[in-house]
């Protein structure tokens, strides 16, 4: 349902644009505050990781326009592109490596817009919402419970972090098509095996790169599959 369907065009941009910016007000502020009561910075950085992510499920509600939502994901794009250069926002920086992962997830955002928000903006919401709280909750867990762990490409993950990652991801996915279209026993068929893909590619994407790989993944393979079961 669109709860902006019938106001003002003007009043209707300001609504939406003031609950993106509250809500990311919020998301910082829990940041800072965690940062100065010398929290794990990992903490830190994953609740914003997940709370930006969840800017776009507020768009997808709110029904906020492509070319609105493809200039904030050029923007933070271009933010996160020069924090990595300049350490603007030092919360949303990789805890312990270097790497264009926070851009690269800015980027996919973008993408997943430009691609998909005009006819299918669920399966970008797939995708953004997989990556943020799936990776978010797998590095969470993986960190706290992480027993098994194994190495790839000097990144050490665990399995722990890697079921969460799938569980997380197969529940999201469960929940944007039920809210999409309602509860479908097809559904099932899509979320397993996106959400173990997901998984897959968090575990072994290179130097951030599963910022990319796992919501374009998830997204894309949602959208094909739903085509075909």
């Known amino acids: 349902m669109n709860i902006t369907s019938e106001i003002p065009l003007t009043t209707s941009l300001i609504i939406q644009i ?10 910082f502020l829990a940041s800072e505050i965690l940062h100065r009561l010398k929290k794990d ?3 830190v950085r994953k609740v914003v990781h997940i709370g930006t992510g969840n800017v776009l499920l507020i768009a997808w509600w709110l ?5 609105l939502c493809t200039i904030a994901g050029v923007t933070f794009s271009a933010i996160a592109l020069a924090s990595h250069h300049t350490n603007i926002l030092p919360m949303l920086n ?11 997830y800015a980027l996919s955002i973008t993408i997943l817009v430009v691609f998909l928000w005009q ?11 997989v990556m943020s709280w799936g990776d978010g909750l797998a590095a969470l867990i993986g960190k706290r419970f992480g027993k098994h762990t ?24 469960l929940s944007i098509l039920g809210l999409s279209h309602g509860i ?31 919501p374009l993944s998830s997204a894309f393979l949602s959208y094909a599959l739903q085509l075909i079961l």
Do not use: C
């Not at 026993?185 to 910022?211: R, Y």
């Open 184 to 214: 479908h026993p097809n559904d099932i068929g899509i979320a397993a095996p996106v959400a173990a893909i997901a998984a897959i590619l968090e575990a072994f994407s290179p130097g951030g790169t599963d910022n990319i790989s796992v």
């Open 119 to 129: 006819s299918h903006p669920q399966y970008a919401v797939i995708g953004v919402m």
């Open 41 to 43: 910075p990992e903490l």
């Open 150 to 173: 194994f190495m790839h490409l000097g990144n050490k993950r665990s399995l722990e972090g890697s079921f969460a990652m799938f569980a997380t991801s197969f529940i999201v996915i």
């Open 63 to 67: 029904h906020i326009p492509t070319w």
């Open 94 to 104: 990789d805890v312990g490596r270097k790497t264009y992962g926070v851009f690269y």
């Open 18 to 27: 003031s609950a993106v910016a509250i809500w990311l007000g919020l998301v």
